[in-house]
């Protein structure tokens, strides 16, 4: 049995995402990632077969996830399907992504993505079976139009929710709205004792993607190759800043 997913590391873990159209595409993503230094590998299954979740057969996701192991090695898996309505090309219906993340779960991914769009009910299921499971739930909330007056709630919601993550992602306009958002997930860390990945996409929230540490995020995404969100950096752009907190010995919860 795989050791638990760590949802408090020491560092963030520097999560690819990988968004392989077929079989072979998504294992020669999956191999430059892990050869880029990923810790964490995104797959993107919303990718597949130009969105649609009924092109991957739940069936074949046992298959493809034992395909992905022999790749991986070490490295994790993190599961997303990212709908339209979040900002992704996916297009499949309610209960085609709620049958999709359950057979994900079942066939042994570390974690899986649950959107805060998707029906609550829907979301429950797969919330229960990913605790029986052992599986990391990350629930997730996105706005590429810019940065929403709602964060606190948005994140109250996904804990409510039942995810062990809270990821939101915003596209902020100022660095106002940058401090916005982290003291919305720092906020909420402190009120749920959930995990927080805040994301301000772009170049104003570059800060966001490297300096995770300080809020105590288990994963930070980054690219190899080809970016899958605006201002993501390089794996070795992001290790660099990573290894100058660590000399500096800042840790979440330091005080100056």
């Known amino acids: 049995m795989r050791p ?77 399907y990212r709908s339209r309505l979040e900002g992704g090309p996916g297009e499949a219906d309610d209960g085609e992504y709620t049958d999709l993340l359950l057979a994900l779960v079942a066939a042994g991914v570390d974690a899986v993505d649950v959107e805060l769009t998707r029906p609550e009910e829907d979301a429950a299921v797969v919330v229960a079976a990913a605790r029986a499971a052992g599986v990391v739930v990350v629930g997730s909330s996105h706005d590429f139009s810019g940065t929403p007056d709602d964060l606190p709630s948005r994140f109250r919601e996904l804990a409510r929710r039942g995810a062990d993550v809270l990821k939101v992602a915003v596209m902020p306009e100022s660095a106002y709205d940058v401090v916005r958002l982290l003291d919305a997930a720092v906020s909420a860390h402190e009120a749920t004792a959930r995990s927080v990945v805040p994301v301000a996409m772009g170049a104003l929230g570059v800060l966001t993607r490297v300096a995770g ?20 950096l390089a794996v070795a752009d992001v290790r660099a800043v990573q290894n100058v907190l660590a000399r500096a010995g800042t840790q979440p919860g330091e005080r100056a």
């Open 213 to 232: 540490g300080l809020w105590g995020a288990p994963f930070t995404f980054a690219m190899v190759g080809e970016a899958s969100a605006p201002g993501q």
């Open 4 to 80: 638990p997913f760590p949802l408090t590391p020491a560092s963030p873990a520097v999560a690819v995402p990988v968004a392989g159209a077929d079989g072979q595409d998504l294992l020669e993503r999956t191999a430059a990632a892990v050869a880029g230094g990923a810790d964490l590998v995104e797959w993107r299954l919303d990718a597949w077969g130009g969105g649609a979740a009924h092109a991957l057969a739940p069936s074949a996701v046992a298959e493809l996830v034992a395909a992905l192991r022999a790749e991986l090695g070490g490295v994790r898996v993190l599961a997303t």
